[in-house]
């Protein structure tokens, strides 16, 4: 945020979600690689549930950090850095064997494409965006397909270009949202998962956008002047 000039993170906030007509809020989501690290004050969620629903939580208000151990769906925490990921979930057998491919290759080229954070992590910090107490590594929005496009317009605002969309259909909010642009450093854009919609309520008419917490102000500027 330090190369834009915003006025901090709940103006900035404030901004998409009146531009956009969000219904929830942004999630600033950071990656903590240590444990001292971890943003002073925040508390350890109390359930063990998946990134997703953990995303959804913070989107509706909710700040606090989980490590591995709170999070249920290891397929999602080994695409955000907490672990390796578990040996059928890397060599595709476990979408292989729920019919989600038709052949153990295509589930396992899918698997080596999807984007992942070395597994280094100690822990992952949500919070709404506007009341944040950390810089974000990720912003997470929940949109409608016409607030997506309009984001897609301020990406290109500024350079130009053309924003692409990487997605499979699995591992959405975890890989595609966060993992993607954090280590890719540009947006995604990504429609969802079986298990974000199943278990974190994503609903039919919403898509998922990731976007680098570094470039979120000049984002906003864009999005302000258009």
């Given at each position: 945020?330090?190369?834009?000039?915003?006025?901090?993170?709940?103006e900035l906030s404030q901004k998409i979600k009146d531009k956009l007509g969000l219904e929830k809020s942004p999630?600033?989501?950071?990656?903590?690689?240590?444990?001292?690290?971890?943003?002073?004050?925040?508390?350890?969620?109390?359930?063990?549930?998946?990134?997703?629903?953990?995303?959804?939580?913070?989107?509706?208000?909710?700040?606090?950090?989980?490590?591995?151990?709170?999070?249920?769906?290891?397929?999602?925490?080994?695409?955000?850095?907490?672990?390796?990921?578990?040996?059928?979930?890397?060599?595709?057998?476990?979408?292989?064997?729920?019919?989600?491919?038709?052949?153990?290759?295509?589930?396992?080229?899918?698997?080596?494409?999807?984007?992942?954070?070395?597994?280094?992590?100690?822990?992952?910090?949500y919070a709404p965006l506007e009341t944040t107490p950390f810089d974000p590594d990720v912003v997470v929005i929940?949109?409608?397909?016409?607030?997506?496009?309009?984001?897609?317009?301020?990406?290109?605002?500024?350079?130009?270009?053309?924003?692409?969309?990487?997605?499979?259909g699995i591992q959405s909010l975890c890989a595609d949202a966060v993992a993607g642009p954090y280590t890719r450093?540009?947006?995604?854009?990504?429609?969802?998962?079986?298990?974000?919609?199943?278990?974190?309520?994503?609903?039919?008419?919403?898509?998922?956008?990731?976007?680098?917490?570094?470039?979120?102000?000049?984002?906003?500027?864009?999005?302000?002047?258009?």
């Open positions: 945020m330090a190369s834009c000039d915003v006025d901090g993170y709940k999630v600033a989501v950071k990656l903590v690689l240590k444990e001292e690290d971890i943003p002073e004050g925040i508390p350890k969620i109390d359930e063990t549930i998946r990134h997703c629903e953990m995303v959804q939580k913070a989107a509706q208000g909710a700040t606090f950090y989980a490590t591995v151990a709170e999070q249920k769906c290891k397929g999602g925490a080994s695409a955000i850095g907490l672990m390796e990921a578990p040996e059928k979930v890397k060599t595709g057998e476990m979408y292989h064997s729920l019919k989600r491919f038709s052949s153990l290759g295509s589930a396992k080229r899918t698997m080596d494409a999807i984007p992942k954070i070395d597994p280094i992590m100690r822990a992952i910090a929940i949109a409608n397909p016409k607030q997506a496009m309009e984001m897609a317009q301020a990406m290109v605002y500024t350079l130009g270009g053309r924003v692409e969309a990487d997605f499979a450093k540009r947006p995604n854009i990504t429609l969802g998962c079986s298990g974000s919609r199943g278990y974190a309520d994503i609903k039919p008419d919403e898509v998922i956008v990731g976007m680098n917490g570094e470039n979120i102000g000049c984002f906003v500027n864009a999005l302000d002047a258009l």
